[in-house]
């Protein structure tokens, strides 16, 4: 029997699995430097990695401790002029694609993070204090790592000193005004390829499919931001059917195990972006532990291609898929 054949092509570069890691805020606060582990990690697997506006490390930090370019995710804020700037150090670090974010024009309301009352860095507390001390080896890393504040953001916006007022203008940042028109514009700025995530909605995807974007993420933010929105799963074939011979169909949300890929690309997706997956082998061991949770993924998606008898990511399709219990 021929090997089965997991590789594909993500923004028309070959790819050995059909995953990019997400845009994950704090990586850094996982593990000391998380962004550039993980990035080395995806690089060392052969797919792309994406840096979050609201990481630890800087795109310069990440730009340089790496051999290839990576993506880089950017929300459209009020001051357009940081954006701006943020889109330009972008396109100095050669980043090979830019994320435009769509679905965070505000932010949900996290009751987790109210309840913890999440600061970056942490604050000073007994309960943070023994939290830490039970976790030497995470303390030891983070106290290691560059940098311990928003590397994108610190040091750049005039008149904020100390760390709760730059996290007070980070929250009042995001943009409700967010428009169609912001796309052309970032369009007009960004000479390379275009990703725009945070699509649910087939009349949006359209839209989104006619803007000159590259690609398209089917995700609802991971759920977090309005409790009640569709899943993205169940958006995604829709979503696939309408505009996937125009535009590159991606997907986000839910994405644990093999399975869970082999799902997405069956339903129409042509990769997966991985948030949770990674970021817990990033927390447990930096690029070893991403590089062991990627490992997991590709072992499970060839087992489950092989059950399913597909030997090769362009044969997953519905037929391969079980609805109510019955054999589709």
């Not at 970032?186 to 006619?210: F, S, Y």
């Amino acid at each position: 029997m021929r090997e089965r054949d997991l590789s594909t092509t993500i923004l028309g570069e070959p790819a050995s699995l059909p995953l990019v890691l997400a845009p994950v805020g704090l990586l850094g606060m996982q593990y000391g430097d998380g962004e550039i582990a993980s990035c080395r990690a995806a690089q060392k697997t052969g797919i792309p990695f994406c840096l979050s506006t609201m990481s630890i490390c800087s795109i310069e930090d990440v730009a340089e401790a790496v051999d290839r370019p990576f993506w880089f995710q950017v929300y459209v804020m009020r001051d357009r002029g940081f954006v701006k700037d943020l889109i330009a150090r972008a396109a100095a670090a050669k980043c090979s694609a830019l994320v435009i974010t769509l679905d965070l024009t505000m932010l949900g309301q996290r009751h987790c993070d109210i309840k913890n009352g999440l600061t970056v860095p942490p604050e000073i507390t007994v309960a943070n204090l023994v939290d830490v001390a039970m976790k030497p080896s995470w303390a030891l890393s983070v106290l290691r790592g560059k940098r311990k504040n928003f590397g994108n953001i610190e040091g750049r916006i005039a008149g904020m000193q100390g760390v709760k007022s730059l996290v007070e203008w980070v929250s009042k940042q995001f943009d409700p005004s967010l428009s169609w028109r912001d796309v052309e514009w970032i369009r007009g700025l960004w000479p390379g390829k275009i990703v725009l995530k945070g699509v649910l909605d087939v009349e949006d995807a359209r839209i989104a499919a006619k803007t000159g974007a590259s690609a398209i993420v089917v995700s609802n933010h991971g759920g977090r931001q309005l409790d009640g929105a569709p899943s993205s799963i169940s958006a995604l074939p829709a979503i696939a059917q309408a505009v996937g011979s125009e535009v590159e169909v991606m997907f986000d949300g839910g994405i644990r195990t093999g399975q869970d890929i082999l799902r997405a690309v069956a339903l129409g997706a042509k990769s997966c972006m991985i948030g949770r997956a990674y970021v817990y082998g990033a927390g447990a061991g930096g690029e070893a532990g991403v590089l062991k949770a990627l490992e997991f993924l590709r072992k499970e998606l060839d087992i489950s291609m092989g059950l399913t008898g597909t030997q090769s990511l362009r044969e997953a399709g519905p037929h391969i898929l079980v609805k109510n219990g019955v054999a589709r």
